[in-house]
């Protein structure tokens, strides 16, 4: 559940859309408070100076009474909520605002650091109090003549704070409830169409394959929809050529076996039957026998290369060589039909091939050159590369293949002509043979084909053997 990614896109909305508000309003807050008490010792510093320039002309300090400044420092200390305490420069006490130390000595180190030329101003946040003192400055002597003390609440800051901070945690709550909202809604948008696809796989897997999958919503679900629709087209396509796969192979093995048992039918019923017409009809079986062996066999190198596709057998090999002796070999099948091999090799060529595998590949092509071969007709070999790959290039001057059979003859079992193919020995494996050994070698084949005039097939191999 704590590993669901709905809980997670949940947990990403909420954390990402309320922690930066906190920390945004705690450090608003905070930046209000200061820049309040800063103003506020400011305009208070302003204010002692401006007294201090009135008391020093008028003989306050020793004692003259002053309605006009006496008024200045009650209004002063009444709009700032606050006591304002005049001391003279025997650190006597010659006006508090309160009235409670008037006539005594104000002995305290902001006053006599004030004294030394040193004004202060400080907060006290805590006690939301702030201090400030002013030197009262004789304009030339420079003398510090008194220093007017100020000690004032910040009360109203703090209380307009407090509201601030009431109003925000009210706006921070509705915010949450919003925010929440938003995430149990886009947590469920972005996962449902995820939810769809493992319940469409589900239903596939009871076998519903053909409905596949659909599902809309964003681009990338719609893309992960249409490739799964994509891999299940493949599989489709897959368990149908092995479902014809098997058909096939199944029909293939009993043509000859059905022939076989009407043969034999038919000589055990006939009584006295001559000893000749015996052995023909067992030549025929045996021939018969003879070609089911060959499917077998051909079936049985198509099922190893396709198991053993990993499995090549690399070495380095003289392909002239090897093209000669192939050659040498078929040469006595050609000769049956009058057909004349031309081999032509344009440069020595050695490269790493599975040297079995590959002569197994170009065999069937050249046996398909001779079977499907007129009387008298010829054969081309040609062997050529470049700094990359070897081409092997075999052309017949035989019955061809028509143009809509071309994409097929590759197909397992595909025959052009099923009767011409069986009278010369043919299964229809040899040319997926051919094909698959290319491809295990990284190669392609290519057929080029008139119908009546001839065949060639082009392959192209790597001369080093890629992995
Ligand atoms: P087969 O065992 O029937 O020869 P292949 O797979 O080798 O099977 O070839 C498939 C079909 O392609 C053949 O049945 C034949 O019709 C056609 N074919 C192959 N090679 C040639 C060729 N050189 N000339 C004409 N047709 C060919």
Known sequence: MLNSMRIHILLLIITAGLIPVLVSTFLLLNEYENKAMDKRLNELQNQGDLLSKLILPS???????DNTINGEIERISEIFHGRILIVN?????????????????LISENVIQTFQGKSSKRKDSKNDLIFVTNPIVHNISKEIMGVIVMNFSTKDIQTM????????????????????????????KLTKPLTSIVYSIDHLTEGYMDEGVSIKGFYEIEKISDSFNHLIGRMQKLERSRQEFVSNVSHELKTPITSIKVLADSLLMQEDTPVELYREFLVDIAEEIERENKIINDLLSLVKLDKTAGDMNISIVNINELLEQLLKRLGPIAKKKNVEIIYESFRPVIAEVDEVKLSLAITNLVENAIK???????????????HKYFFVKVSDSGIGIPEDALDNIFDRFYRVDKARSR??????????ITKNVIQMHRGAIKVYSNEGEGTTFNVRIPLNYIA
């Open 161 to 188: 704070r407090d509201s601030l901070e009431k109003k925000a945690i009210l706006s921070f709550a509705t915010l949450t409830i919003l925010i929440m909202v938003c995430a149990v809604y886009f947590s469920r």
């Open 372 to 386: 499907y071969n007129v009387d008298d007709g010829w054969i081309r070999v040609s062997l050529n590369a470049d």
């Open 89 to 105: 420069s025997s650190l006597n006490i010659i006006k508090d605002t309160y009235g409670l130390e008037e006539g005594k000595y």
């Open 59 to 65: 003989g306050y300090l020793s004692g003259a009474q």
């Open 423 to 432: 009278e010369s020995g043919g299964t229809g494996l040899g040319l997926s």
